[in-house]
């Protein structure tokens, strides 16, 4: 079965500072990976996604991810984090690409950055 | 991107009624669709997937009589809460996405029940 872990209830980082979210993967076969980012009583934004190619992968609002197969990461990072990050993160995991392929949320990781 | 939207994004209701909610694909045809319920500062919770022309399949625990869902068109899915409790009070969240491509959610429906 396919399923994400992210051990972080809530990340504190200042304005300006570097930030990391983590994420864990279980995963039979390929891992399809996403990352989204939910703010108050709104659904949820696509930020990124790791398919095949390139282990560091970019996204929206100057997110980027790292995918590192042998820790089974994929972690969450942006150099430089801005006081509107703050949000609810969630790594998530696809068990295909099809339009029927399930996503498996982690618990999610509430970002708080302070000014 | 593609554009999911969902109506009502809120409702309040008493106890015993039951309440519909719609998921559209705006700008692509979606044969899935995906429900999902989210309670406060909790991840979402996959309840079932719509399926354009054939019944929903529902995750374990999920009572398919209380939560119908009928996908009668490729842009439109409908969840409907039936006698509706006050435990049935989430905010619930639908998704579809085109093949091949990520999954696009809805601004979500925030249901209390009274």
């Known amino acids: 079965a396919q399923s994400v872990a992210q051990p972080e209830d809530q990340v504190n980082v200042a304005e300006g500072n570097p930030l990391t979210v983590k994420c864990t993967y279980s995963?039979?076969?390929?891992?399809?990976l996403f990352w989204y980012v939910q703010y108050p009583n709104r659904g949820l934004q696509f930020l990124l996604k790791?398919?095949?190619?390139?282990?560091l992968v970019k996204g929206s609002y100057g997110f980027e991810a790292e995918f590192n197969k042998s820790q089974t990461s994929f972690h969450l990072k942006k150099p430089s984090a801005l006081v509107s990050d703050s949000a609810l993160y969630f790594c998530?995991?696809?068990?295909?690409?099809?339009?029927?392929?399930?996503?498996?949320f982690g618990s999610g990781t509430r970002l708080s950055i302070r000014p | 991107g593609a554009v999911v939207s969902q109506h009502p994004s809120w409702v309040i209701c008493k106890s015993g009624t039951s309440v519909k909610i719609e998921c559209r694909s705006l700008d692509f045809q979606a044969t899935t669709m995906f429900w999902y319920r989210q309670f406060p500062k909790q991840s979402l919770m996959l309840m079932a997937t719509s399926n354009e022309g054939s019944k929903a399949t529902y995750e374990q625990g999920v009572e398919k009589d209380k939560f119908l869902i009928n996908h009668a068109s490729l842009t439109l899915s409908t969840l409907t809460v039936t006698s509706a409790h006050p435990e049935d009070s989430s905010f619930y969240i639908c998704?579809?996405?085109?093949?091949?491509?990520?999954?696009?959610f809805g601004p979500g429906t925030r249901l209390l029940v009274l």
């Open positions: 995963v039979s076969g390929n891992p399809y």
């Open positions: 998704s579809a996405g085109p093949p091949g491509e990520t999954q696009y």
């Open positions: 790791y398919i095949t190619g390139d282990n």
């Open positions: 998530a995991v696809r068990d295909g690409l099809s339009s029927a392929s399930k996503i498996i």
